[in-house]
């Protein structure tokens, strides 16, 4: 059996970064503080500063980061002064100016978020996951997170009409069609890119947790046993216990130090 190594460095990712090996990591998991939030943990970064910040650590991944790897960065515009800031929006542009391809964009929807009301919006129920590769080609495990079909196959497929016995071109002309019989067969379908998991309720370790589950369906989606996956920004550890788990190798980097004792007595349960 192939041992698992787990690696936790304490301090500020942007030192500990370099001295990462180029091209060593398959899949980076990681959501920053956002933007002025948690002053009293990280000391908060004003959103007018948020890029410029982010962007040398941007930089370190995009090295470390293998030619097939992904990075998934969890994250999401702040209100300031009554509406949302561009930061993000922002990011993202600066990091393709660096190299990095912006593949895709997954949503997180929370689905026990907090009620509330305010004057001028409703509440946060989603969060974004902003995938960066890159290359366009890249390693991904796309049957490892299939979901059952569901109770729409019993009736939709009951009854194929002979449009849907064959391919069914679109009406519009667009060149794209289906043909429904295709899954006539199938326990399992492909799931979209919208994420409904539950926030994290019960840890009271880290002021700001993501569910086991966000780090698990991407580990699964884009790594295989034995790939290494990296958190820049830990926190008590969440996405390392899902690669030990899951059998694969991690690091973390975390500036609180007690956080990371935290995540290394998480880590040590797994442990025989």
């Known amino acids: 059996m192939q041992n698992i190594c787990t690696e936790i460095h304490q301090g500020d990712c942007k030192e500990i970064l370099p001295g990462l090996a180029t091209n060593s990591v398959d899949l980076i998991v990681t959501s920053p503080p956002y933007a002025d939030q948690r002053k009293n943990t990280y000391g908060g970064v004003h959103p007018d500063k948020y890029v410029e910040w982010f962007l040398p650590v941007t930089a370190e991944l995009l090295r470390v980061l293998k030619p097939t790897g992904t990075f998934i960065l969890n994250i999401k515009e702040r209100v300031v002064s009554g509406e949302r800031h561009t930061y993000v929006i922002d990011l993202i542009l600066r990091m393709r100016e660096q190299g990095w391809f912006w593949t895709e964009e997954f949503i997180w929807h929370k689905k026990n978020c907090y009620p509330g009301k305010w004057p001028n919006r409703f509440r946060d129920s989603w969060e974004r996951l902003l995938q960066f590769n890159k ?15 569901g109770d729409w196959a019993q009736g939709r497929l009951k009854n194929l009409s002979k449009t849907d016995q064959l391919r069914d071109e679109s009406k519009v002309g667009s060149g794209f069609g289906k043909n429904v019989s295709n899954w006539l067969s199938r326990e399992k379908a492909y799931p979209t890119n919208v994420l409904h998991m539950a926030t994290e309720c019960n840890n009271k370790s880290h002021s700001a947790v993501f569910p086991e589950a966000l780090p698990e369906w991407f580990a699964k989606l884009f790594t295989a046993e034995g790939d290494w996956v990296l958190d820049p920004f830990m926190g008590s550890g969440t996405t390392l216990c899902v690669a030990q788990r899951l ?26």
């Open 247 to 272: 059998k694969r190798h991690s690091i973390g980097i975390e500036l609180v130090e007690e956080y990371c004792q935290v995540a290394r007595s998480k880590i040590a349960e797994f442990v025989i």
């Open 135 to 149: 290359n366009k080609k890249f390693k991904m495990y796309q049957e490892e997170v299939m979901v059952p079909m």
